[in-house]
């Protein structure tokens, strides 16, 4: 048994998130022990664009998309605060996107450096079509000797 405290946090809470995270952090850097973020919250598109979760949990995600999304509910939280306005939002939002559409555009012509992710500590590793044959715990003729019978 690992003996870890387990921070539990709600995923729609943004502040909650960001502050169980500063406190696992604060714990972990104090006492040089585990600690756990539980964060429950769901996907509500799957995990890829592929995956239609509502074919397998049909109830689920019918109330999944009832349920507002976190920004949704993080804004109204703002707001009913005073300390944004739907306008400020709608900018916000604007203004992500148009980063997001910009960093897409820039990718698309990126040519990464193949060596780059081969420096510092990780200097000793090689790519895989440079690898050796694999480690095996008998030698070849003995493996293929036994596959033939």
Known sequence: MIEAPIFHVNGDDPEAVVFAAKVATEFRQTFHKPVV??????????HNEGDEPAFTQP???KEIRKHK???QLYSDKLIGEGLLTQADIDQMKAEWRDKLETEFEA???????KADWLD???????????ADEQRRALPR??????RQR
């Open 37 to 46: 973020v539980d964060m429950f919250c769901y996907r509500r598109f799957g």
């Open 59 to 61: 109830l689920m995600y």
């Open 69 to 71: 999304t976190t920004v």
């Open 107 to 113: 990718g698309q012509n990126y040519k990464p450096n």
């Open 120 to 130: 510092g500590a990780w200097a000793g590793l090689r790519t895989a079509d440079n």
């Open 141 to 146: 003729q003995s493996l293929e000797d036994d």
